[in-house]
């Protein structure tokens, strides 16, 4: 028998997708804070020392910037992953990691699929997804912009 919800009814996949949605954004906030913080320091230390050229400081404020964004990412995926098992939407975390991380970049799932109760679970974690690389990506703007070595011309 097919249950066919009334409109304006939320599912449970609609409420954890949501739930989750807001805890990645919040976890995202505090993570680029921390990586903020982390790379200013690391910029005022290394423009104490003359012996570091400009570019090698701006490719280097990139790399670690961009390397501790990947990390973020993945703990956003893995928390994605372990809420999914612990609903029984995904049968193991590798399966459900493999499965977070297509969502969350927007490639799509191709051999793993979530329990049908959950499967609007995948969709918002997509959008979570976008959102968080967007955020993202403004603020690898912003430390490029921060480290660059060379002044602007007018």
Not at 2 to 24: M, R
Not at 73 to 82: D, I, K, P, Q, T
Request: charge should be neutral.
């Amino acid at each position: 028998m097919q249950h066919h919800l009334a409109a304006g009814e939320w599912t449970n996949d609609w409420l954890w997708g949501l739930a989750l949605i807001v805890t990645s954004a919040m976890l995202h906030a505090f993570g680029l804070m921390v990586i903020a913080h982390s790379m200013q320091k690391a910029l005022h230390v290394a423009e104490r020392f003359r012996s570091v050229r400009p570019l090698e400081r701006f490719s280097a404020a990139i790399a670690a910037t961009s390397l501790a964004l990947v990390m973020l990412h993945g703990l956003e995926a893995a928390l994605w992953a372990v809420v999914l098992v612990w609903l029984d939407a995904c049968p193991n975390f590798k399966s459900a990691i493999y499965f977070s991380l297509q969502m969350a970049t927007t490639l799509g799932a191709d051999v793993v699929q979530l329990a049908d109760p959950w499967r609007l679970m995948g969709p918002l974690e997509g959008i979570s997804g976008m959102l968080m690389f967007g955020l993202s990506t403004a603020f690898l703007f912003a430390v490029m912009q921060r480290a660059w070595p060379f002044p602007a011309r007018r």
